[in-house]
């Protein structure tokens, strides 16, 4: 049984538990707390759960008895346990009533092909779940999920080493970290040509994040434990004051949550130069902040496009940015591939000087947003779609690019800005096309077309709540 199949077999059992109401993210939190009991026994890593708590004992109850004990196993682990479990399980409830479902899903993950899920990775396992949520549009997860061949990418031309400090200070799941802590791993055949104290580095403490949301986070601690990484991972708000102490890391790779903040509010950091209601111009700034200053440290952000041409702010903190770091790269990103419909985003690398001056002299742009068709569900992205844009990038050698773009080729994707370029754009805008065809970029179908206007729509009224709350207490 390969990984694909048991992972189907697994999602499917939600359809057993739509009579109690579950979402399909309830369903993978659910799915979470059982899972790590079973994969805890395939592992021989049982000893950090209390004895009579374990899967086995789990499993040998029935009816009313098995919700009764699963509810006291959910609280008992929050509460009794220390490390990963404690924090997996804090706070923890189930949302299964009818005790012949919850039964249904422990029978059917005992009976699981474990040989072969072992032999793929159970990480690969508990990814694919992950993935299918967020694949599946009604569970809500997947909005601005990063797909993973982009995840990747980024990766590879960021090329994390050994003994660095990697940080994405708003996680997720985890993707990121554990992309980066693979690509390590390949690198170093394991860890294995590694000394000793810098393979036990790169498990306990080279790969942080930070998450806000308690459920995602919980799939992040068990993403990460399942990919043999320690690192810590955070339950709190990059962009409040719990965010100042995230700060010397070698590599960041992030994509921020997209929107702004609850009722336009403008950030609670009080170490903020440009302090935005702004969510991604905040953790941008967060970010350049956050690096070290040996002039080596890098990030690759996934970020939208109103970070490349808003004003006020965003004009101070782009112009910020390009002194503090050299900005050398960015890619515009085609659409589709973020599942909320409509978001056009692209990834920004770049490099903190070790001044804060002076430190952007070029900036790269590769355009592959232009004539290009409308990726998603039905067209999902492949590694392929980056190979032009890697080989453009000459690993991050500047003196060994050459523009694709020239004037008898105006449709060239890669073109290169000068500094001086940049700053003589209204509001210093990095929103830059210059490609005559844009065929294919809106070419939706209607039912993509559909989404956007639910969207759009529900956009709107969230705005109209918030206004009527602000008159309100205006008024009073």
């Not at 189907?8 to 790590?36: A, M, P």
Request: charge should be negative.
């Amino acid at each position: 049984m390969t990984t694909q199949e048991i992972v189907s077999k697994l999602w499917n059992l939600c359809n057993v538990l739509r009579d109690d109401g579950i979402t399909y993210h309830q369903y993978v939190t659910e799915l979470t707390y059982i899972l790590f009991l079973k994969m805890a026994k395939e592992t021989g890593a049982e000893s950090q759960i209390p004895e009579g708590y374990r899967w086995d004992v789990l499993k040998a109850k029935s009816g009313v008895e098995l919700k009764k004990f699963y509810k006291e196993l959910l609280n008992h682990l929050g509460e009794n346990c220390t490390g990963r479990v404690r924090e997996i399980y804090q706070g923890s409830a189930t949302n299964i009533d009818e005790p012949k479902n919850l039964e249904k899903i422990i029978t059917t993950i005992d009976g699981l092909d474990w040989f072969s899920a072992r032999e793929e990775g159970l990480g690969n396992l508990y990814e694919g779940l992950l993935e299918k949520n967020a694949n599946e549009k009604k569970s809500g997860a997947g909005q601005y999920f990063t797909p993973r061949v982009l995840i990747d990418v980024m990766t590879r031309l960021v090329k994390p080493q050994p003994g660095e400090r990697c940080n994405d200070p708003a996680c997720g799941t985890f993707g990121f970290m554990i992309s980066a802590s693979q690509y390590v791993r390949e690198n170093t055949d394991d860890f294995f040509e590694l000394d000793a104290d810098t393979a036990r580095f790169e498990r306990e403490e080279a790969f942080s994040g930070c998450e806000l949301v308690h459920d995602t986070h919980r799939l992040a601690l068990m993403n990460a434990m399942l990919h043999d990484i320690e690192g810590e991972i955070k339950l709190a708000d990059t962009l409040s004051n719990a965010g100042k102490e995230m700060k010397g890391y070698d590599v960041v790779l992030t994509n921020p949550p997209f929107g702004t903040k609850k009722g336009g509010e403008r950030a609670t950091r009080d170490d903020f130069t440009f302090p935005t209601s702004n969510k991604q111009l905040n953790f941008l700034q967060h970010i350049y902040r956050s690096l070290n200053t040996d002039g080596k440290a890098r990030a690759a952000v996934v970020l939208p496009d109103n970070v490349l041409f808003a004003d006020g702010d965003g004009e101070r903190i782009r112009k910020d940015l390009m002194e503090k770091c050299n900005l050398h790269t960015i890619l515009r990103l085609p659409t589709g591939i973020f599942y909320a419909q409509g978001v056009k985003t692209n990834v920004l690398f770049f490099t903190r000087g070790k001044t804060d001056k002076d430190n952007t002299k070029e900036v790269w742009i590769y355009d592959l947003r232009n004539d290009m068709p409308s990726f998603g569900k039905t067209n999902p992205l492949k590694k392929e779609d980056f190979d032009d844009f890697v080989a453009c990038y000459a690993d991050g050698d500047l003196s060994a690019r050459k523009e694709t773009y020239s004037e008898e080729n105006p449709n060239g994707r890669w073109r290169k800005f000068t500094y001086e370029e940049i700053l003589a754009r209204d509001k210093t805008s990095l929103d830059i096309t210059w490609m005559k065809s844009d065929t294919g970029a809106d070419d939706y179908t209607l039912a993509e077309l559909l989404e956007q206007i639910k969207e759009k729509s529900a956009n709107i009224s969230k705005a109209v709540n918030e206004l009527e709350v602000l008159i309100g207490e205006v008024e009073e």
